[in-house]
């Protein structure tokens, strides 16, 4: 059985200061993927990043970064100098890689908010 | 290029009634997703389905709910009849199984409310 676990519900920060949301997952496959999703206010839910279980460098994307650890199960985020238009809920997410069962299995997901 | 479209926005009904909610996915993706958020269980897969065929549905609450998929291009999720307990957001997914490697792509979601 797959599990994400988001430990932090609500986090609450000034902006521009940095903030760094936690993820830990359980899986016995050994190959998978992992995923950022957020949803803003508006609802929709969008994807920020991918990353499969091979791949343990970490990822720059202007203001946003991502650390993967296997060692210890962990995908965080890192939002550098945050925003208010980063106030959201962010979900991790994974999925295993087995051909015909690309089920995600979301965490309860972090509701950040950015106070201006 | 369009995203993954769903219609109603958001649905009004009374207790008993039949709900249909309809998904477009991405054109070209082979897979799409049902799920459903709220706010106790947070997001649920109810059924996904690969080249229109239904893969696995063991997330689909109960018989009140169905879900087709005629064709690449349309997906149908009905309750009937509907409950209370129904109420919440359902979203539609689409991906395309490339190189073992897919990402989800999400729709804006439905909002359901039953009365």
């Known amino acids: 059985a797959q599990k994400v676990t988001q430990a932090q519900t609500e986090i609450s920060v000034v902006e521009k200061e940095d903030v760094t949301l936690d993820c830990v997952y359980e899986?016995?496959?050994?190959?998978?993927?992992l995923f950022w999703y957020k949803q803003p206010p508006s609802g929709e839910l969008v994807f920020l990043i991918r990353r499969n279980s091979f791949d343990e460098q970490n990822e720059i994307s202007g203001r946003y970064s991502w650390n993967f650890q296997k060692s210890t199960s962990s995908f965080n985020f890192t939002i550098t100098a945050s925003q208010v238009v980063d106030s959201a809920v962010y979900f991790c997410a994974l999925s295993a890689s087995n051909f015909g069962n690309e089920k995600l299995t979301f965490g309860t997901g972090t509701r950040l908010t950015i106070i201006p | 290029d369009a995203g993954v479209i769903q219609s109603p926005r958001h649905e009004v009904t009374e207790m008993g009634q039949e709900v249909t909610l309809r998904c477009k996915p991405i054109?070209?993706?082979?897979?799409l997703f049902w799920y459903r958020q709220t706010m106790m269980r947070g997001l649920e897969l109810l059924i996904y389905f690969n080249n229109n065929v239904p893969i696995d549905d063991s997330g689909m609450p109960e018989d009140r709910f169905s879900a087709k998929m005629p064709n690449a291009s349309f997906s149908t999720l009905k309750i009937q009849p509907s409950e209370p307990r129904d109420s919440a957001v359902y979203f539609c997914a689409s991906s395309l199984l490339e190189d073992d490697q897919e990402t989800q792509y999400f729709g804006p979601g439905t909002r359901l409310l039953v009365l």
């Open positions: 054109s070209g993706h082979n897979s």
């Open positions: 899986t016995r496959d050994t190959t998978y993927y």
